[in-house]
């Protein structure tokens, strides 16, 4: 009888486990940005520099720039697009 009762708090214990770290995974994907270059993000959207530029400008989109480099967060972006 005390093997099973110790199996099934590991049963319980190793599932509780799973959920945790289920919820961490979610929790940091939510929260990990993928910085993508001014060059890929035109190419994802099919648009010119020039528009690129004008949304920067306008401040449409969000961007970080690094020196003289410009990145800008996808998933950001995407979730602006699909509004």
Do not use: A, H
């Not at 919820?23 to 940091?28: A, F, Y």
């Amino acid at each position: 009888m005390q093997n099973n009762d110790n199996n099934e708090k590991w049963v319980i214990l190793l599932d509780s486990l799973e959920k945790k770290f289920k919820q961490i995974e979610e929790i940091t994907q939510e929260n990990s940005k993928e910085f993508i270059s001014d060059e890929d993000l035109r190419k994802r959207l099919g648009i010119s520099r020039t528009t690129l530029y004008n949304w920067r400008r306008k401040q449409i989109i969000p961007y970080t720039r690094v020196g003289n480099k410009i990145f800008y967060p996808w998933k950001e972006i995407r979730r602006k697009l699909m509004k």
